[in-house]
């Protein structure tokens, strides 16, 4: 099974901040790789398809790089509706989710 | 518009069975690929099972095989999970998602409906 790990678990940032989260996958999955945020009480949204792509209706300030076992969700400046749970989903192989970070003020 | 509603969760007895429905609106759903993903209370995202557009091609997550079945059914436009053998560990609430353009079983997960909480316990 591949095993996706992200860092850091939480992340303490304040608006306008740039952030950074790394999802590390345990082998290759090329650019098979997905975004998603959450909100608590809600549903997960996809934000990045294929390690770099920006779903249609997502700001600009969110990004996606990365391709092989390396990835990262960057969040150019950091706006107060940022604040929730990041999740990287690997799907080369199954569907995988990493187990979360945690963004907050 | 896409829309996923799910329906059909409740508390239930360890041992038994629970089905699940998701109604899909605003997209042709016999053209998508479907799943179920779930998340504990508390906890990340599980992946539970999947099911190909034409329902040829279905996957299950280690810790529900031979318990779940998937099925989805194209004239009625609706996504299914029966859920046998309920254990405490199934407590969760179960999102509906359906897939994103692309070639099963490599898509992501574009869609997701609120979600419906079943509970597992006596």
């Known amino acids: 099974d591949i095993q996706l790990t992200q860092s850091p678990s939480t992340l303490s940032a304040s608006v306008g901040d740039r952030v950074a989260i790394s999802c590390r996958a345990s082998q290759t999955i090329a650019a098979w790789l997905a975004w998603y945020q959450q909100k608590p009480g809600r549903a997960p949204n996809l934000l990045i398809y294929?390690?770099?792509n920006l779903e249609s209706g997502v700001p600009s300030r969110f990004s996606g790089s990365g391709s092989g076992t390396e990835f990262t969700l960057t969040i150019s400046s950091l706006q107060p509706d940022d604040f929730a749970t990041y999740y990287c989903?690997?799907?080369?192989?199954?569907?995988?989710f990493g187990q979360g970070t945690k963004v907050e003020f | 518009e896409v829309q996923l509603l799910e329906s059909g969760g409740a508390l239930v007895q360890p041992g038994g069975s629970l089905r699940l429905s998701c109604a899909a609106s605003?997209?042709?759903?016999?053209?998508?690929?479907m799943s179920w993903v779930r998340q504990a209370p508390g906890k990340g995202l599980e992946w539970v099972s999947s099911?190909?557009?034409?329902?040829?091609?279905?996957d299950y997550g280690d810790s529900v095989k031979g318990r779940f079945l998937i099925s989805k059914d194209n004239s009625e436009i609706t996504l299914y999970l029966q859920m046998h053998g309920l254990r405490a560990e199934d407590t969760a609430v179960y999102y509906c998602?359906?897939?994103?353009?692309?070639?099963?079983?490599?898509?992501?997960?574009?869609?997701w409906g609120p979600g419906t909480l079943v509970a597992v316990s006596s």
């Open positions: 099911i190909s557009a034409g329902g040829d091609g279905i």
């Open positions: 605003g997209f042709t759903f016999r053209l998508y690929a």
């Open positions: 989903q690997q799907y080369k192989t199954y569907w995988t």
């Open positions: 998602v359906k897939h994103g353009d692309g070639n099963y079983p490599n898509v992501d997960f574009q869609h």
């Open positions: 294929n390690a770099s």
